[in-house]
């Protein structure tokens, strides 16, 4: 109890959230952390303020990423609004997403993918690595997007990759 005192906030707000104790804030826990301090966000901003607070870029919020957010006080909401920039891309990731999820199941599956991959190719996105064949190069690149290995590509990851791919500028 006496030691409590010197425990940062930006601690006690980790532990409180991380409730399966993990050393990490999932994604379930950071929206409802930002439920609970009345921060709602739409799916598309969560999924743009997860790129940026996921610096390491492994789906997960260390207590490190988390402290750099926390102790910018008030202003750490307003680094999770989008700019308008953003938002326009992010409303066009948005359609083009749900362009390609044809079952409306929030995820492009393996065979929604091949006409998402077909398109990222012409559109310079991707580009098809020689020694490999059409259908290595599709996979490797399915492979590369789905960063949890669930056979498909969620609105999140597809939000990061587009993140590794500068379309949202290094500003996140």
Not at 1 to 8: C, D, I, L, T, Y
Not at 57 to 67: A, L, M, R, V
Not at 69 to 92: I, V
Not at 104 to 117: A, H, N, W
């Amino acid at each position: 109890m006496f030691g409590e005192q010197n425990v940062p906030m930006s601690r006690k707000m980790f532990d409180k959230h991380d409730t399966d104790k993990s050393g990490c804030i999932s994604t379930e826990e950071l929206r409802a952390l930002c439920h609970e301090l009345g921060h709602h966000l739409s799916d598309e901003e969560f999924a743009l303020a997860l790129v940026k607070l996921d610096t390491s870029g492994d789906h997960k919020i260390s207590y490190d990423e988390f402290k750099v957010w926390w102790s910018d006080g008030e202003r750490r909401w307003q680094q999770l609004e989008p700019s308008e920039e953003e938002m326009a891309k992010l409303q066009q990731a948005v359609a083009y997403f749900d362009y390609f999820d044809k079952d409306k199941s929030g995820q492009i599956d393996e065979t929604e993918f091949r006409e998402l991959y077909g398109n990222l190719v012409e559109h310079g996105m991707l580009n098809p690595m020689p020694e490999q064949t059409a259908s290595q190069n599709m996979r490797s690149s399915l492979i590369a997007m789905d960063k949890t290995g669930s056979g498909g590509i969620t609105f999140n990851e597809y939000v990061d990759w587009l993140q590794t791919r500068g379309v949202f500028g290094s500003s996140l």
